[in-house]
């Protein structure tokens, strides 16, 4: 599940740490999530590769 904050969502997901590192061995498609360090606290940034990955984060945006 993943867990938002705000609410939980059931979908299949892997998480890998350091993900770049694995450079054209990472699938077409995928939601890479930054973790920024700000004064008063963290900033999550997502980044979207390729269609389905769009389609999560305005999933996410929308509060589905």
């Keep these: 599940a993943l867990v938002t904050g705000v609410q939980t969502c059931a979908l299949p997901i892997s998480v890998i740490e350091w993900g ?9 498609s ?10 008063e606290g963290r900033c999550l940034q ?7 990955a769009e389609q999560l984060i305005k999933e996410l945006q929308d509060g589905v």
């Design 30 to 39: 995928y939601l890479e999530l930054e973790i920024l360090k700000e004064a």
């Design 46 to 52: 997502f980044i979207a590769h390729g269609s389905r």
């Design 20 to 28: 770049h590192l694995l450079g054209e061995d990472l699938p077409d």
